[in-house]
Nanobody
Framework: VQLQASGGGLVQPGGSLRLSCVVS????????IGWFRQVPGKEREGVSC????????YYADSVKGRFTISRDNAKDTVYLQLNDLKSEDTARYFC??????????????????WGEGTLVTVSS
């Protein structure tokens, strides 16, 4: 199983990025998929996850209205659109897959698989 995230970079406050995660070794329909972020020395924070049965995403309060999760099953890819970025969004972003569930808080109940992540830096 591999989850390869990309699309991070340096962006000014108010800017946008689109993160991508290519998943191999798993069928997206059979797992819960989402994104979490982590800053060194801090606990990981669930950002967003996708509920297959509802065809929609859920979000942490800190990103609600600014981030959008989506997926393309044909490409085995999950996306996270980041808009109106703030300095506090600076973190390494990881996509993760779970045998459990996506909660309404945007958090997966477990991180069974994840990749190396991609670094997002928001700074002027």
């Amino acid at each position: 199983v591999q989850l390869q995230a990309s699309g991070g970079g340096l962006v000014q406050p108010g800017g946008s990025l689109r993160l991508s995660c290519v998943v191999s070794g798993l069928t997206l329909n059979y797992v819960a998929i989402g994104w979490f972020r982590q800053v060194p020395g801090k606990e990981r924070e669930g950002v967003s996850c996708f509920v297959n049965t509802e065809g929609r995403g859920y979000y942490a309060d800190s990103v609600k209205g600014r981030f959008t999760i989506s997926r393309d099953n044909a490409k085995d890819t999950v996306y996270l659109q980041l808009n109106d970025l703030k300095s506090e969004d600076t973190a390494r972003y990881f996509c993760a897959a779970s045998q459990g569930f996506c909660l309404s808080t945007g958090t997966l109940t477990s991180h069974d698989y994840w990749g190396e992540g991609t670094l997002v830096t928001v700074s002027s």
